[in-house]
Every structure is written in structure tokens, then in C-alpha cells.
């Protein structure tokens, strides 16, 4: 049998270590100096400050044995050749080659792919470029101005966050001038609505990602925009208003897209890590043009070197997954909650939820070994300080929940008022600097009663401190910047599995649900279209289908057509 990470003795060793952090306050961790300073790191004009982490040198050596005993060097070094560590699914892990430069060589199963990404993504410059310049236009010629892009999962999250924090960037909203990009995902149809409304079908491109062509929603969703734009242009204006990202051209062909305008992507690139294939790449570089969209794939770029190439000590993601994995599975922490402090993030923490729960949500072993310890952090997350008015009193006096918290030095968008005492950067960048502080230090009941705070008072009022956190601290929030940022969050949680000794490539958990709801479609088809009573599921389920049925009778048996109004 294969051995588990809890089985080996660094693993003992950090279990045995917790009763001498236990005995520790980061009040006193934090007053020697040499401790604080070898706990930051800088790369590239990042600054990563993990000083308040409830830990000592002596864990963070601790840590790094833990690493070696996981074989983590040769895991990262077999995930960038290409090797099939998505063992499951007999896959490559590659979506470090989605953004490499065109003279790197990574293979898989004995190719170099790194030639058909930089095809896919020179077709993709190319098709933006005449979509934004009006040489591509709609059917009755009008230029194609608005873009729906249609996808769930990651081909939605992913794309979503960058586009959030593009739209506030000098660059990118200088670019994007006079251009909408909108995001349906949901198969409920308020969703439908809310991206049609406004716009017109004559200057609408619409971009349906299936890899397979086969995601139930998302087909559904593009069938019902097909409608849209069919019943004001004519079928025939479907081909010049709808494009494909897919493997499947037989199908994207049959749908009425021609399947020179679908854009590939490959089997070794996991939905939640695609937002740099034509996934996010296509309809971000619709929006804000490909030189942009570049700049957000080498900053993933320059991650990906330093984690396939910095020592452990050095290398951000080592020390990000490291931390996440002490807080969980030592210190008993299975929360981490995500707090950039701009706005422009605001979409950061819904995408790494995906990319991180999805990924090490499991409860075996890549070896298919019933884990004896809990694996997988929940994740969460608001910017600040809208945070700070929501679930700051939980972090502060409830549970103890290890925080990240990002700041930006430059803001994207400045604002400077006379006679203010600061601007409004600085004012929020002030919480920035003070929240890691109070979760650190506390507040005491002798700090308290010097303070002539009523007796009654002082329980209520007393901060236990002692909460971790980590900082991080970018000098700016360009496209550059949040590739950084996301190829961080993504090779974090890879190191998290790989400690953990789990797949974070497959999700097999989300299959069951799906199969499942395929049995109420089947059941709701028959009642509606056949008036069958409702059969083979348990009490509850029978009770409420039958329920939702008789409530929902008025809907017609055999529907024309119907699209919403707003």
C-alpha cells in the first residue's frame, strides 16, 4: 500500500511541533525582529509578508522537510514535463504552457504543445482584431460591438475575475472603449435576461465554450441565444454572430457555427485552470484587445518560472501552499478567507473558491487511500473594507479563520479631494495595514480596563488576537499584475495537493449531482408533455417534484417560443 504524507516523520514531527505553537502569541512572535524579517519575501516588485502565520523558523524548516518527504520538487518539475499526474484521468497537468513563450518547449505524450497554443492564440489575435476594428461585422453589417460569452464552471469564473479587474485599468478600459462583454453562465433563464437586455442582436457576437459541445446548461443557453439572434436576424445570421471554443467541430458545425471560427483547447487543461487558453483568452481579447491579454499572460509567465525554479525558501507559491497546509491540517484552520483591498478584486475570491475547492476537495489519496485527515480549505472572500461591515466581527471574535490580505500600491483609478486629511486610496489602504494588526495583537482586558472601559464591558470588548494572516502587496493592478496574482492562487493549491498526496486535477464529486438531475429532467419532460404522475424517486423528492409540478401547471405542454423582456 501506498504510504500517505501522515504516515512519514516530518508529518509526526509538525503534529508533535503544534503543542509548542500553542504555547506561542503572535504578540510575541511578532517583537523579534529577525523572525519578522526573514518571513518576507520580495519577487518582481511583489511583496509577500507572512510574519503573522502562527509559526516559527522552526516550523518553517519543519515545513520544508514535510515538503521534501512529499517529493514536491519532483512533482512540480513532472507537472511542467508534461507527465500524466492527473493519474484518474490519464492526463497532463499543463496549463503553465497555455502562456509560455514560443520558444519554450513543454511536452505531453511526447509533443511539444507549445506550438498549437501560440496557433491557437495568433487565430485568436487575428479574429479580435477584425471583430474590433469593423472589419468582421454582423449580419447586416453593422460592427459587433457586444459579446456574451457563454460558459459555466471555470469557463466563466476564471475570465470573469480578470475581466472585473480589467475594467478599472487605465489600459484596458482605454481599450475596451464603446465594447461590452457580458458573462451567462446560469441555465436559469433571470440570467438570459439580464445579458440580452439592452442589447441588440445585429451588434452582438456571441461566444459558447464547451469543450465538448455537450455542458447542459451551456448548450441550452446557446440554443436559447441562437433563438434570440435567429428570431431577429434570420438562422442564417447565426454563423456570423456566433463563435465556438471547443474540441468538438462535428458538433459546433451541426449547432450552426462554422467550425473555422472554433477555437481549440486541449484535454490537459482542467476547466477551473483555462482562463488562459481561448477560454478566457478570446473573449478578453474581444473586449480589451490581444496586446492586453498578452501582458496578463506573461505575468502568469513569470510566476511560473519562479515556481518551477526558486528555491523553497524564495518561491511564493512554495511558501503560500506550505502555509495553507499547517493552518488546515495542524493547526485545525479549514477556513481562508480572501481579502484584496480594491474592488477591482471583487471577483478574485468566487474564481480561486472554484479553482481551490474543486481542486482539493477529496477525501482519498491519489492512490484511492481513504485520507486520515482533512484535506481541502473552504474559501472565502469579500474586498475590503466592504468586508469589514460583513464577516470581520466572526474573524476578529469568533472562529479563528487565517486571512490573505492583498493591497495595491497605485490605485487604478486615484481619487484627490482638497482639504481631506487622506485620499481615498490611502484611506482604505490605512485598514489594509491595520486589520492583519488587530487580528494579530488583540486587545486585552487589562488594555481595556486602563482605558476605563466599564467592567460589564470587558468580556465583550476583549480581542483574543493570535489569528494568523498573510500580506501581500503589489505595487499596481494591471493585466501584468493579475496574472501574477491568479498563477499564484493556482500553483498554491497545486502545492496544497501535493502535500496532501491527492489529485487536484479531477472532480469526480461534481459528476453524481449531474447524473442525478438527467433522472428529474427525464421525469419532468414526462409529467409536463404527458401528464405522468411522478415515480422512482424517495418520499421527500416525490413530495416536492409533485408539489413544484401542481405549482407550475400553467406552464404549456407543447411551448412556442418565448424569450424574456425586461
Given at each position: 500500500?501506498?504510504?500517505?504524507?501522515?504516515?512519514?516523520?516530518?508529518?509526526k514531527?509538525?503534529?508533535?511541533?503544534?503543542?509548542?505553537i500553542?504555547?506561542?502569541?503572535?504578540?510575541?512572535?511578532?517583537?523579534?525582529?529577525?523572525?519578522?524579517?526573514?518571513?518576507?519575501?520580495?519577487?518582481?516588485d511583489?511583496?509577500?509578508?507572512?510574519?503573522?502565520?502562527?509559526?516559527?523558523?522552526?516550523?518553517?524548516?519543519?515545513?520544508?522537510?514535510?515538503?521534501?518527504?512529499?517529493?514536491?520538487?519532483?512533482?512540480i518539475?513532472?507537472?511542467?514535463?508534461?507527465?500524466?499526474?492527473?493519474?484518474?484521468?490519464?492526463?497532463?497537468?499543463?496549463?503553465?504552457?497555455?502562456?509560455?513563450?514560443?520558444?519554450?518547449?513543454?511536452?505531453?505524450?511526447?509533443?511539444?504543445?507549445?506550438?498549437?497554443?501560440?496557433?491557437?492564440?495568433?487565430?485568436?489575435?487575428?479574429?479580435?482584431?477584425?471583430?474590433?476594428?469593423?472589419?468582421w461585422?454582423?449580419?447586416?453589417?453593422?460592427?459587433?460591438?457586444?459579446?456574451?460569452?457563454?460558459?459555466?464552471?471555470?469557463?466563466?469564473?476564471?475570465?470573469?475575475?480578470?475581466?472585473?479587474?480589467?475594467?478599472t485599468?487605465?489600459?484596458?478600459?482605454?481599450?475596451?472603449?464603446?465594447?461590452?462583454?457580458?458573462?451567462?453562465?446560469?441555465?436559469?433563464?433571470?440570467?438570459?435576461?439580464?445579458?440580452?437586455?439592452g442589447?441588440?442582436?445585429?451588434?452582438?457576437?456571441?461566444?459558447?465554450?464547451?469543450?465538448?459541445?455537450?455542458?447542459?446548461?451551456?448548450?441550452?443557453?446557446?440554443?436559447?441565444?441562437?433563438?434570440?439572434?435567429?428570431?431577429?436576424?434570420?438562422?442564417?445570421?447565426?454563423?456570423?454572430?456566433?463563435?465556438?471554443?471547443?474540441?468538438?467541430?462535428?458538433?459546433?458545425?451541426?449547432?450552426?457555427?462554422?467550425?473555422?471560427?472554433?477555437?481549440?483547447?486541449?484535454?490537459?487543461?482542467?476547466?477551473?485552470?483555462?482562463?488562459?487558453?481561448?477560454?478566457?483568452?478570446?473573449?478578453?481579447?474581444?473586449?480589451?484587445?490581444?496586446?492586453?491579454?498578452?501582458?496578463?499572460?506573461?505575468?502568469?509567465?513569470?510566476?511560473?518560472?519562479?515556481?518551477?525554479?526558486?528555491?523553497?525558501?524564495?518561491?511564493?507559491?512554495?511558501?503560500?501552499?506550505?502555509?495553507?497546509?499547517?493552518?488546515?491540517?495542524?493547526?485545525?484552520?479549514?477556513?481562508?478567507?480572501?481579502?484584496?483591498?480594491?474592488?477591482?478584486?471583487?471577483?478574485?475570491?468566487?474564481?480561486?473558491?472554484?479553482?481551490?475547492?474543486?481542486?482539493?476537495?477529496?477525501?482519498?489519496?491519489?492512490?484511492?487511500?481513504?485520507?486520515?485527515f482533512?484535506?481541502?480549505?473552504?474559501?472565502?472572500?469579500?474586498p475590503?473594507?466592504?468586508?469589514?461591515?460583513?464577516?470581520?466581527?466572526?474573524?476578529?471574535?469568533?472562529?479563528?479563520?487565517?486571512?490573505?490580505?492583498?493591497?495595491?500600491?497605485?490605485?487604478?483609478?486615484?481619487?484627490?479631494?482638497?482639504?481631506?486629511?487622506?485620499?481615498?486610496?490611502?484611506?482604505?489602504m490605512?485598514?489594509?495595514?491595520?486589520?492583519?494588526?488587530?487580528?494579530?495583537?488583540?486587545?486585552?482586558?487589562?488594555?481595556?480596563?486602563?482605558?476605563?472601559?466599564?467592567s460589564?464591558?470587558?468580556?465583550?470588548?476583549?480581542f483574543t488576537?493570535?489569528?494568523?494572516?498573510?500580506?501581500?502587496?503589489?505595487?499596481?493592478?494591471?493585466?501584468?499584475?493579475?496574472?501574477?496574482?491568479?498563477?499564484?492562487?493556482?500553483?498554491?493549491?497545486?502545492?496544497?495537493?501535493?502535500?496532501?498526496?491527492?489529485?487536484?486535477?479531477?472532480?469526480?464529486?461534481?459528476?453524481?449531482?449531474?447524473?442525478l438531475?438527467?433522472?428529474?429532467?427525464?421525469?419532468?419532460?414526462?409529467?409536463?408533455?404527458?401528464?405522468?404522475?411522478?415515480?422512482?424517486?424517495?418520499?421527500?423528492?416525490?413530495?416536492?417534484?409533485?408539489?413544484?409540478?401542481?405549482?407550475?401547471?400553467?406552464?404549456?405542454?407543447?411551448?412556442?417560443?418565448?424569450?424574456?423582456?425586461?
Amino acid at each position: 500500500m501506498a504510504t500517505l504524507i501522515s504516515d512519514t516523520a516530518p508529518w509526526k514531527d509538525l503534529k508533535a511541533h503544534v503543542a509548542d505553537i500553542n504555547k506561542t502569541h503572535l504578540r510575541d512572535l511578532m517583537s523579534d525582529n529577525d523572525r519578522c524579517k526573514s518571513m518576507m519575501l520580495e519577487f518582481d516588485d511583489i511583496f509577500l509578508d507572512y510574519s503573522r502565520q502562527c509559526a516559527t523558523l522552526d516550523t518553517m524548516s519543519k515545513l520544508f522537510k514535510l515538503a521534501e518527504a512529499a517529493h514536491l520538487k519532483e512533482k512540480i518539475t513532472s507537472m511542467f514535463n508534461g507527465e500524466h499526474i492527473n493519474s484518474t484521468e490519464n492526463r497532463s497537468v499543463l496549463h503553465v504552457a497555455l502562456r509560455a513563450s514560443k520558444d519554450t518547449t513543454i511536452n505531453s505524450d511526447g509533443k511539444n504543445v507549445v506550438p498549437d497554443v501560440w496557433q491557437v492564440l495568433d487565430k485568436i489575435k487575428e479574429f479580435s482584431d477584425k471583430v474590433r476594428n469593423g472589419s468582421w461585422v454582423g449580419a447586416t453589417g453593422k460592427p459587433l460591438t457586444n459579446v456574451i460569452a457563454i460558459g459555466i464552471g471555470g469557463s466563466f469564473l476564471g475570465p470573469l475575475f480578470v475581466h472585473t479587474a480589467l475594467q478599472t485599468d487605465p489600459e484596458a478600459s482605454k481599450s475596451a472603449g464603446g465594447r461590452q462583454l457580458r458573462f451567462l453562465a446560469n441555465v436559469d433563464p433571470v440570467d438570459v435576461a439580464r445579458n440580452i437586455t439592452g442589447l441588440d442582436p445585429e451588434t452582438t457576437l456571441v461566444v459558447v465554450v464547451s469543450k465538448t459541445f455537450t455542458t447542459a446548461e451551456t448548450m441550452l443557453n446557446a440554443r436559447t441565444l441562437r433563438e434570440w439572434i435567429s428570431s431577429s436576424l434570420g438562422p442564417q445570421a447565426v454563423s456570423k454572430h456566433m463563435v465556438a471554443v471547443s474540441t468538438n467541430l462535428k458538433l459546433v458545425e451541426k449547432f450552426g457555427i462554422d467550425p473555422n471560427n472554433a477555437f481549440a483547447f486541449w484535454d490537459w487543461v482542467g476547466g477551473r485552470y483555462s482562463v488562459c487558453s481561448a477560454v478566457g483568452v478570446l473573449p478578453l481579447s474581444l473586449q480589451y484587445g490581444f496586446p492586453v491579454v498578452e501582458k496578463f499572460l506573461k505575468g502568469a509567465r513569470s510566476i511560473d518560472q519562479q515556481f518551477q525554479s526558486a528555491p523553497f525558501e524564495k518561491n511564493i507559491p512554495v511558501l503560500l501552499g506550505l502555509l495553507s497546509v499547517w493552518n488546515v491540517s495542524f493547526l485545525g484552520y479549514p477556513a481562508r478567507a480572501i481579502l484584496p483591498y480594491t474592488q477591482a478584486l471583487e471577483k478574485l475570491a468566487p474564481h480561486i473558491q472554484q479553482v481551490s475547492m474543486e481542486s482539493n476537495g477529496k477525501g482519498v489519496s491519489i492512490d484511492g487511500v481513504s485520507l486520515p485527515f482533512e484535506a481541502g480549505e473552504i474559501d472565502f472572500g469579500e474586498p475590503g473594507t466592504n468586508g469589514q461591515h460583513s464577516f470581520y466581527q466572526l474573524i476578529h471574535q469568533g472562529r479563528v479563520i487565517p486571512c490573505d490580505f492583498i493591497g495595491i500600491v497605485k490605485s487604478q483609478q486615484p481619487v484627490y479631494l482638497r482639504d481631506e486629511v487622506v485620499n481615498n486610496h490611502d484611506e482604505l489602504m490605512s485598514n489594509f495595514f491595520a486589520q492583519p494588526d488587530a487580528l494579530a495583537y488583540g486587545k486585552t482586558p487589562e488594555q481595556l480596563r486602563s482605558e476605563n472601559v466599564a467592567s460589564h464591558l470587558v468580556p465583550h470588548k476583549t480581542f483574543t488576537g493570535n489569528r494568523p494572516s498573510l500580506s501581500l502587496l503589489l505595487p499596481s493592478l494591471d493585466a501584468y499584475r493579475i496574472g501574477q496574482l491568479l498563477a499564484m492562487y493556482e500553483h498554491r493549491i497545486a502545492v496544497e495537493g501535493f502535500i496532501w498526496g491527492i489529485n487536484s486535477f479531477d472532480q469526480w464529486g461534481v459528476e453524481l449531482g449531474k447524473s442525478l438531475a438527467s433522472q428529474v429532467r427525464k421525469q419532468l419532460h414526462a409529467s409536463r408533455k404527458k401528464g405522468e404522475s411522478v415515480e422512482g424517486f424517495n418520499f421527500s423528492t416525490t413530495k416536492m417534484l409533485t408539489k413544484y409540478l401542481k405549482a407550475s401547471a400553467d406552464v404549456p405542454s407543447e411551448p412556442t417560443t418565448l424569450l424574456p423582456k425586461i
